[in-house]
């Protein structure tokens, strides 16, 4: 079996596990002593508590306006979210530090299923979550109406991992604040989120030295007036892989995914851009330009839709298709964004294998599934072209949960479960669901024969495991009980 990008996007994200036995949880609410995650801040700064490595913190949803929402985080490897709903931290004039809402001084700091917004400071560049660390990942989070959603503090290493967010007109409108931004990390990963709308910045700008933008939907829409899509203008080992592209007819700027503009300072000069639907509605464009000093520029099986050049720079191409208008194309709905195929387009089976780059399979793992979510993508003959291959009848499906030979137990469980996969078969990563269907968690167990998930976090009750495959999807059903 090939070695699969599915796979090899966890690779880079390091946790402190050490303090983890000893570790805290914290919860922010107005039912607690701690209302509002400013005054957890402050105690923590007064000494009055001590947030160590390891530790968790729990805010209860709500609005916290102004002040109250402010903080910095300062130990590493901190898991801070959301719980019984999203929190809303809205900024409304105010800021800490003189950078954000939130400033990330911890190393690898995790963020879930929080909501940024009006960030904004004198230097123009107030950001939702300002990262002073080393490393963050933040997922299931929306940020809007901030100067920056996300902002880097250079030059500081580490990796990022943003996925199942959403980040939407975010810009003061100068050029040089953006939807999101990052600075010279050693790895930044996108995948499964919702970019759109930035203000005059660019939806996406990263100076990483390893770039994954994976299975994403970046897009002005039609009323959005953003520069690039995408830029990358440092160069870096960049895959570009499953996404959903739209540039509108009042970008600032007429490329869509824009490499190297700056001059190629990071160690690598190589742009894999594979499978990919990229919509253009401005009246020039240029769909993909690799500037000069790109040593690779790889782009194939995409489908490019709209006025412009195709690419500059290219250095392979293959299986690419060009239209002008929707006549043809095999889209089913372009004009409202719905980009999957129909059954007489011609993009079906019509692409090529990308092939592999520094070890890992550039073939779309998964597809992007709106608003920011996924599903795992299956081929059936050639590949087709673009970000979508179309449903087909598989042989194989209905066989998936005797092929897995996956284990659940105990079952019924009380703190922890095991999942045993038995099969040949790696798992890319393992959704836990409950009883109203309800996605809660995405567990990503680096392809492992055993895995053993802490469940303490959640009531009783009945539950699934949905474990992704290349091969499919197995489902297991379970109770926990106390």
């Known amino acids: 079996m090939k070695f699969s990008l599915k796979l090899a996007l966890t690779f880079s994200f390091i946790f402190i596990f050490d303090s983890l036995i000893n570790a805290t949880e914290f919860f922010v609410g107005p039912t607690y002593t701690y209302t509002t995650p400013n005054q957890l801040y402050l105690a923590n700064e007064n000494s009055s508590i001590s947030i160590l490595n390891g530790d968790t913190i729990n805010i209860v949803a709500g609005l916290y306006e102004g002040t109250p929402g402010l903080a910095v985080w300062h130990a590493d490897s901190l898991l801070i979210r959301g719980i019984n709903g999203r929190p809303h931290l809205k900024a409304n004039g105010a800021y800490i530090w003189q950078k954000a809402i939130w400033v990330a001084a911890g190393d690898y700091i995790t963020v879930e299923n929080i909501e940024f917004s009006e960030a904004s400071v004198p230097d123009h560049n107030g950001a939702g979550i300002r ?30 991992l943003v996925e199942h967010s959403e980040f939407n007109h975010n810009g003061y409108g100068d050029g040089y604040s953006h939807n999101i931004y990052v600075g010279h990390v050693e790895s930044f990963t996108l995948r499964f989120c919702y970019m759109h709308h930035a203000f ?38 960049s895959l570009v892989i499953g996404n959903l592209f739209m540039q509108g007819e009042n970008a600032e700027n007429k490329t869509l995914v824009n490499y190297g503009a700056e001059g190629i300072s990071n160690a690598s000069s190589e742009l894999y851009v594979v499978n990919n639907t990229m919509v253009n509605e401005r009246v020039t464009g240029i769909f993909v330009n ?34 002008v208008d929707t006549i043809g194309t095999g889209l089913t709905d372009p004009v409202n ?146």
Not at 211 to 219: A, E, F, H, S, V
Not at 291 to 300: F, L, P, Q
Not at 353 to 374: K, M, N, R, T
């Open 200 to 237: 005059i910045g660019h939806n996406v700008k990263t100076r990483a030295e390893n770039n994954y933008i994976l299975y994403n939907r970046i897009m002005d829409e039609y009323s959005g007036q953003s520069s690039f899509l995408l830029d990358i203008p440092n160069g870096g080992f």
């Open 337 to 482: 964004f719905n980009y999957h195929l129909n059954s007489n387009s011609q993009l079906i089976n019509a692409g090529s294998d990308p092939g592999f780059a520094a070890g890992i399979d550039l073939s779309p793992a998964y597809e992007y599934v709106h608003p920011e979510d996924s599903i795992s993508r299956q081929q059936y003959n050639n590949i087709d072209v673009g970000a979508y291959e179309f449903p087909q009848s598989p042989t194989e499906v209905q066989t998936i949960e005797d092929k897995a030979r996956m284990m659940v137990y105990p079952n019924p469980a009380k703190h922890f479960v095991k999942i045993e996969n038995r099969s040949d078969m790696k798992i890319i990563y393992i959704s836990l669901i409950n009883a109203k269907g309800k996605l809660l968690q995405n567990i990503y167990p680096d392809n492992k024969s055993l895995i053993n998930i802490d469940l303490s976090a959640f009531p009783t009750g009945y539950y699934w495991f949905s474990i992704v495959y290349k091969e499919g999807v197995a489902n297991k059903k379970f109770c926990i009980t106390r």
């Open 131 to 160: 990262l002073d660390g080393i490393g963050l990942t933040v997922r299931y989070c929306y940020f809007h109406d901030n100067e920056d959603g996300i902002l880097t503090s250079n030059p500081y290493a580490g990796n990022i």
């Open 290 to 323: 690799a500037h000069s000093g790109t040593t690779v520029a790889k782009i194939r099986n995409n489908v490019m839709l709209g006025t412009g050049d195709m690419w500059i720079g290219a250095t392979d191409t293959a299986n690419n298709f060009y239209f």
